[in-house]
């Protein structure tokens, strides 16, 4: 159990494009998801956190009006990087977890972007 | 500030040498210690939550504990299919969103 799932596994796009990447939690309702990004040899880094049906709260100095959150069900997170440049180039992982308390995240397999 | 550190950060070990890794944190009002494996190019896979402070849990060749301000991870007789990076994060009661701060993992390379 407890499978998330990502799509695409990976994405090159032009410099400003607009790339999206789904979030999807298989077998379980996900009150809460929540993107990372990962630069190589280096740990996760918390994107934003998003509540089905509400905003996401973005995580200080990540733009919201870039990194676009959609949380529209209890199975799916969409995450678009908008007018996207080689900067944003990175590995965007999801995860989700059940409603608070001692949860547990259980992440997708993650998102490689590049932009060129 | 709370602080999540793992070490060492690299550990290179022979097939069948036990070792351990440490996780030690700050936070305050502990409300879960959670432990993950990383392979290239993939998202972290879970492998144990911890809640209290002697706590233990296992699975297969690895043992977690934890205590009032630390964890390890013990590998016992390590395959290299055991060479990953191990991340262990925390998560803090106040956040209502129950969301997680890693520690920047240890890289685990374990040769034949």
């Known amino acids: 159990g407890a499978v998330v799932s990502q799509h695409p596994s990976w994405v090159i796009c032009k410099s400003g494009t607009s790339v999206k990447i789904e979030c999807r939690s298989l077998d379980f309702q996900a009150t809460t998801m929540f993107w990372y990004r990962q630069f190589p040899k280096q740990s996760l880094m918390l994107m934003a956190t998003?509540?089905?049906?509400?905003?996401?709260?973005?995580e200080q100095g990540v733009e919201k009006d870039k990194f676009l959150i959609n949380h529209a069900s209890l199975t799916l997170s969409t995450l678009t990087v908008t007018s996207a440049h080689p900067e944003d180039s990175s590995f965007y992982i999801c995860?989700?977890?059940?409603?608070?308390?001692?949860?547990?995240?259980?992440f997708g397999p993650g998102t490689r972007l590049t932009v060129l | 500030e709370d602080q999540v550190t793992q070490s060492p950060e690299a550990l290179r070990l022979q097939e069948g040498e036990s070792s351990s890794l440490n996780c030690s944190y700050t936070v305050s009002g502990l409300r879960g210690l959670f432990w993950y494996r990383q392979d290239p190019g993939k998202g972290p896979e879970f492998l144990f939550t911890?809640?209290?402070a002697g706590e233990e849990k296992e699975k297969e060749r690895l043992k977690a504990t934890l205590t009032k301000k630390e964890s390890f991870l013990h590998i016992t007789a390590p395959k290299p299919e055991d060479s990953a990076t191990y991340l262990c994060?925390?998560?803090?009661?106040?956040?209502?969103?129950?969301?997680?701060?890693f520690g920047a993992g240890t890289q685990v390379v374990v040769t034949p």
């Open positions: 995860s989700a977890g059940t409603s608070g308390g001692q949860d547990t995240q259980y």
């Open positions: 994060a925390v998560q803090a009661p106040t956040d209502s969103w129950g969301k997680f701060q």
């Open positions: 911890l809640y209290s």
């Open positions: 998003s509540n089905e049906g509400s905003k996401a709260t973005y």
